[in-house]
């Protein structure tokens, strides 16, 4: 195919903060949460960053991805931690003024 006819490729970096407002499970901590986002990521992004104060915990994840794809990776995040019953954690991407629960993005 003549090379102007391809679909251009729009590559973006999207940095996704993951929030937690409560406790985590006693059986599943944070790098558990590290854990399953980075296997949900795959080489996609990678979780960059993390911390703890007054109003709970986050997780600071970066994607490098096509722009069409930038959402079905927030979905993907989503599902890991909805099917580790973490469905009530919040990701919000930094675009957005205010995030959503994982469970509300699948």
């Not at 980075?38 to 104060?53: N, P, Q, Y």
Request: charged share 30%; hydrophobic share 45%.
């Amino acid at each position: 195919m003549p090379l102007f006819m391809r679909d251009r490729v729009r590559i973006t970096r999207v940095f996704i903060e993951v929030i937690g407002r409560r406790p985590l499970p006693e059986y599943f901590d944070r790098d558990d949460v590290e854990d399953a986002l980075a296997e949900a990521l795959g080489s996609d992004g990678a979780v960059t960053g993390a911390g703890t104060g007054e109003t709970g915990w986050h997780l600071d994840v970066e994607i490098v991805v096509d722009v069409a794809d930038s959402r079905q990776v927030l979905r993907r995040l989503a599902l890991a931690l909805v099917e580790q019953d973490l469905g009530w954690v919040v990701l919000r991407p930094e675009q957005e003024p205010s995030g959503r629960p994982a469970q509300e993005i699948v």
